[in-house]
């Protein structure tokens, strides 16, 4: 970030409130787990199965929260 950036001076306004994540062993690798989990500290997750996101796995949806409500990014 450079020096006059807009956010450079300014409080964040919005924060992850959900990170939703299709996996069908719920992350089961215990390092990758542990890196996305201590990293979604004080932020909900959820896994969920990949055949009710058609079969794809990854990241499904990221749900924002901004001072209007909450924004879902799918």
């Given amino acids: 970030m450079t020096a006059d950036h ?3 001076n300014e409080k964040a306004v919005a924060g992850i409130e959900k ?7 719920q992350l089961s690798d215990p390092w990758l787990k542990t890196q996305i989990i201590d990293g979604l500290t004080g932020t909900n997750h959820e896994n969920i199965d990949p055949s009710t996101n ?4 990854g ?3 990221v749900d924002l ?8 990014l799918d």
Avoid: F
């Fill in 6 to 8: 807009l956010s450079q």
């Fill in 54 to 57: 058609e079969g794809e796995s």
């Fill in 59 to 61: 990241i499904v949806a």
């Fill in 65 to 72: 929260i901004i001072p209007s409500g909450v924004v879902t």
């Fill in 19 to 25: 990170i939703t994540i299709a996996d069908p062993e």
